[in-house]
Nanobody, 118 residues
Framework: QVQLVESGGGLVQPGGSLRLSCVAS????????MTWYRQAAGKERELVAA???????AYAASVKGRFTISRDNAKNTVYLQMNSLKVEDTAVYYC????????????WGQGTQVTVSS
């Protein structure tokens, strides 16, 4: 019943831009903190960006200034705008939802592939 449906991944050249979307259903989206993670081949999953219920954002140092996370509660959607993409950004990007009052309730999307290559 809980679903996080991601879209927007694909192939892009270095320096290009991409916007990822994650549409949520089956829970009260506005009450959940939302996070984007990524996992590159052969590496462990890392936090990319997070946004709180109130709209406060946080970013990994490697993407700060290039990526922007936002949410639209009316659309049950969280976005990740990625600019000035680098080859090092190549990874599977995952959407995560977490209830601040009950952190054990955490949900994951299926992941979407982002490939930055010339």
């Amino acid at each position: 019943q809980v679903q996080l449906v991601e879209s927007g991944g694909g192939l892009v050249q270095p320096g290009g831009s991409l916007r990822l979307s994650c549409v949520a259903s089956g829970f009260t989206f506005s009450a959940y903190a939302m996070t984007w993670y990524r996992q590159a081949a052969g590496k462990e999953r890392e936090l990319v960006a997070a946004i709180s219920v109130g709209g406060t954002t946080a970013y990994a140092a490697s993407v700060k200034g290039r990526f922007t996370i936002s949410r639209d509660n009316a659309k049950n959607t969280v976005y990740l705008q990625m600019n000035s993409l680098k080859v090092e950004d190549t990874a599977v990007y995952y959407c995560n939802a977490r209830d601040p009052y009950n952190p054990r309730y955490a949900y994951w999307g299926q992941g979407t592939q982002v490939t930055v290559s010339s």
